[in-house]
């Protein structure tokens, strides 16, 4: 069982930044591919991006490529997401998650997915 609890978020003008954390609880962390969700008000739950289990590998939503930078520490057991240039349409609930079958894997899908945190709200203002 894992847990996972979000942090970082919060109110920032637009073409600012802000970094989230996701501190995962457990040894196995370090086997585990990692992602980040978001949420926006009234609508689905989208992919922005993903970490395999040595952060060899990185994956993005094109509405934040260039601008957000997922990493992670396995010593620290944290999952990280480094945002800039935020823009209003960033204002959601975001939400890591943690895959642990890398056989099953498919970053940009929530059912790769089999522990979510509680998710943590970003604002962004014009």
């Known amino acids: 069982q894992v847990q996972l609890v979000e942090s970082g978020g919060g109110l920032v003008q637009a073409g600012g930044s802000l970094t989230l954390s996701c501190a995962a609880s457990?040894?196995?962390?370090?086997?585990?591919?990692m992602g980040w969700f978001r949420q926006p008000p009234g609508k689905e739950r989208e992919f922005v991006a993903a970490?395999?289990?040595?952060?060899?590998?990185?994956d993005y939503a094109a509405s934040v490529k260039g601008r957000f930078t997922i990493s992670r520490d396995n010593i620290k057991n944290t999952l990280y997401l480094q945002m800039n240039n935020l823009k209003p349409e960033d204002t959601a609930v975001y939400y890591c998650?943690?895959?642990?079958?890398?056989?099953?894997?498919?970053?940009?899908?929530?059912?790769?997915?089999?522990?979510w945190g509680q998710g943590t709200q970003i604002t962004v203002s014009s």
């Open positions: 970490i395999n289990w040595n952060g060899g590998r990185t």
């Open positions: 457990g040894r196995t962390f370090s086997t585990y591919a």
């Open positions: 998650a943690a895959n642990n079958d890398p056989r099953s894997m498919r970053p940009e899908y929530a059912a790769s997915y089999a522990y």
